[in-house]
């Protein structure tokens, strides 16, 4: 199975402009709260990086940040935020080997494929050096599927989306925290945001 869903690349080529003016404001407090775990000027890969909010705040603390997007017209608006050029990677491509301290994925990995998940945090696990950090944020439900905009989340439960981080590695560290906010879409969601640290 692939790590990717077609139709929703699609729709983020289409609505890059207005998603990058529009959409999720960033992560704000749980960012600040994920970087003070980090050590100055850590190396920070984050993926899936809409319009380079968070890359740009990332930045601002003095970490080295390498933002990418698996849709070229999205790694555009980053570029354009960021005054340098982005990244196209989609999660699936991600091959780096113990290159990152932290790795960030706001809202993006919850358009992973249910069946590509476990891949996927392999490749992200891999790509931590010993003792690194992850956090990442997913929509919560009972069963995967599209928003009424056609974009695909694979919605995992809190005990669901801890055995597929459990099945991609060994973490020393593993915590979240669920709230409930509007995205994009306009609909209320529930959302989980986990935290996770490499074993050393």
């Not at 009972?142 to 005990?159: K, S, T």
Request: proline share 6%.
């Amino acid at each position: 199975m692939p790590g990717f869903d077609p139709a929703t690349l699609a729709f983020y080529a289409e609505e890059a402009a207005d998603y990058a003016a529009n959409g999720p404001g960033g992560l704000g407090d749980q960012l600040d709260a994920f970087l003070d775990r980090l050590p100055p000027g850590a190396r920070i890969l984050e993926l899936g990086c809409g319009s380079g909010r968070d890359a740009a705040a990332m930045e601002a603390r003095g970490f080295q940040v390498e933002p990418t997007d698996g849709v070229p017209e999205m790694a555009a608006q980053a570029a354009a935020r960021l005054g340098r050029p982005v990244r196209v990677m989609r999660f699936d491509e991600l091959d780096a080997v113990e290159a990152y301290d932290a790795v960030v994925a706001a809202y993006s990995l919850l358009h992973v494929p249910r069946g590509a998940l476990d891949g996927v945090l392999r490749r992200v696990w891999l790509a931590l050096r010993p003792g690194g950090w992850h956090f990442a944020t997913y929509k919560t439900g009972a069963a995967d599927g599209r928003d009424r905009l056609g974009r695909y989340y694979n919605y995992p439960d809190e005990a669901a989306l801890r055995a597929n981080y459990m099945a991609a590695g060994d973490w020393s560290v593993i915590g979240t925290e669920t709230s409930e906010g509007h995205g994009y879409e306009g609909a209320l969601a529930h959302f989980v945001a986990i935290t996770l640290r490499k074993t050393a």
